[in-house]
């Protein structure tokens, strides 16, 4: 459910900050010359080279979007692991107390 909005904000991120741009007509355009071609070579060039700009728009894109979500992610548990524990020890001092 998650990975389709994921992708697609990597991409969008990834192509607005990296050197490298993917379009949609740059694949339309790459894929016509992989099923035109009878050329190996050619056809493992354009697919090396659409995998290289696609791995690191998505990287790029995934960095960018990913390190805010962690920061985030990390401070809420830090803050609500602190919470338990500090009413655990609470819990387990008033025990105490009772025997």
């Known amino acids: 459910v998650t990975t389709l909005p994921i992708y697609y904000l990597a991409y969008r ?18 894929l016509e010359i992989i099923g ?6 050619q056809i493992l060039h354009v697919i090396m080279s659409m995998s ?5 728009i998505l990287f790029v894109g995934s960095l ?12 809420l548990s830090l803050k609500l692991f602190t919470q ?7 819990k387990h001092i ?4 009772r025997r």
């Open 64 to 75: 960018v979007f990913a390190l805010p979500c962690a920061a985030l992610a990390y401070t």
């Open 52 to 56: 290289w700009e696609t791995a690191v």
């Open 13 to 30: 991120i990834g192509n607005l900050i990296s050197p490298h741009k993917l379009y949609w007509y740059d694949i339309k355009h790459k």
């Open 94 to 97: 008033l025990r105490a107390k």
């Open 84 to 90: 338990l524990r500090r009413k655990r020890t609470e």
């Open 36 to 41: 035109d071609s009878t050329n190996w070579s």
